[in-house]
């Protein structure tokens, strides 16, 4: 005896039930498949291959791991990285010694002028890197530079003139156009840019602690200072693990202010050619697609193993909660 056949009404209501969630996170999934999950899987599987990609999908030459042993014996890729590590350190780590500190004075010191100041901290991490650089080639120009300019005042004022007397003999410096210069302008636009970032995390941070701690410190008579090496920092562990970890990735991801700041050709000598920047020339100026995917893998690990030891050295102590 087979079983009465339910309303269409009831069967559309169970259908929509059962699949109706599926349909409508379908089009994230879509979307991640096609833009996210595919590209990377091609990368592993083009990191592989020898292709050009304007003679089309049909000419691509299994090569096995050719691509990344070149990379591996290539000067250029081996100075690109450590270029890349040093414009990291030079501009990265000033970004937090300035950045905790001035949070600190804003949330303790001058609260009613802190959003501000924080909003004008931030304003150059929004700004387009396009027209950064082009300030910055500006200030950075050899004649007319505002920053050439200033060293010049002060390497002729007496009270500061000692301190240029190793350089005195160079100025007017040529910051883009000499190698030595080249790391160390594109360290400075990269602070500038990004330490107001770093401000925001902090500032952020640094108003969940309770203010009763330091009251308390201050009963018990201590200073500014103390309240700051024995409270702030303590407390601040977990976010300035957090952002020295962007830090890490972000830097080392570097791209834009090194490419425009170079002209897209590093610099002379390649002083300023960056890894990812040579991974750009090497597939879209070369058209060196299979050696481009192996060494944007090489990037990764590179990324991952310094991410990695940063958290094993720092992040013990920097995910542990409060009480």
């Known amino acids: 005896m087979s079983s009465p056949q ?29 833009f996210g999950l595919f590209p990377t899987l091609f990368s592993i599987y083009l990191s592989f291959q020898a292709w050009n990609p304007v003679q089309g999908l049909g000419t691509m030459r299994f090569v096995g791991v050719e691509n990344f042993a070149f990379l591996l014996e290539d000067p250029w890729f081996w100075q690109a990285l450590g270029n890349t590590f ?13 950045a905790i500190p001035l949070a600190f004075a804003l949330v303790m010191g001058v609260r009613s002028l802190r959003h501000p100041l924080t909003a004008a901290y931030f304003l150059p991490f929004i700004t387009s890197a396009v027209a950064v ?15 050439n300019q200033l060293i010049g005042v002060l390497a002729n004022w007496p009270l500061t003139a000692w301190l240029f007397e190793g350089i005195r003999d160079q100025l007017p410096i040529n910051w883009l156009g000499r190698a030595p210069y080249i790391k160390p302008a594109i360290s400075i636009l990269v602070f500038w840019q990004f330490f107001g970032f770093n401000v925001v ?54 791209f834009d202010q090194p490419f425009l700041l170079t002209g897209g050709t590093g610099g002379s000598g390649q002083a300023g050619l960056t890894v990812a920047m040579y991974l750009y020339r090497t597939g879209f100026e070369w058209l060196d697609m299979g050696t481009a995917a192996a060494m944007s893998w090489l990037l990764f690990l590179v990324i991952g193993t310094a991410t990695f030891i940063h958290f094993k050295f720092f992040g013990r102590g920097g995910l542990e909660t409060r009480e």
Do not use: C, K
């Open 6 to 34: 339910l309303p269409l009404s009831v069967r559309l209501d169970r259908f929509q039930r059962r699949f109706a969630p599926y349909l409508f996170v379908s089009p994230f999934f879509i979307l991640f498949a096609i």
């Open 86 to 98: 040093w414009i990291a350190v030079v501009s990265g780590l000033p970004q937090h010694l300035v």
């Open 133 to 147: 650089s082009i300030v910055f080639i500006t200030i950075f120009g050899t004649h007319f530079g505002v920053l």
């Open 201 to 254: 995390l902090y500032s952020a941070a640094l108003m969940t602690i309770p203010r009763e701690y330091y009251e308390a410190a201050a009963v018990d008579g201590a200073n500014l200072p103390q309240r700051f090496f024995y409270i702030t920092l303590p407390l601040l562990r977990p976010m300035i693990f957090f952002a020295v970890t962007l830090t890490i990735i972000g830097n080392l991801q570097l």
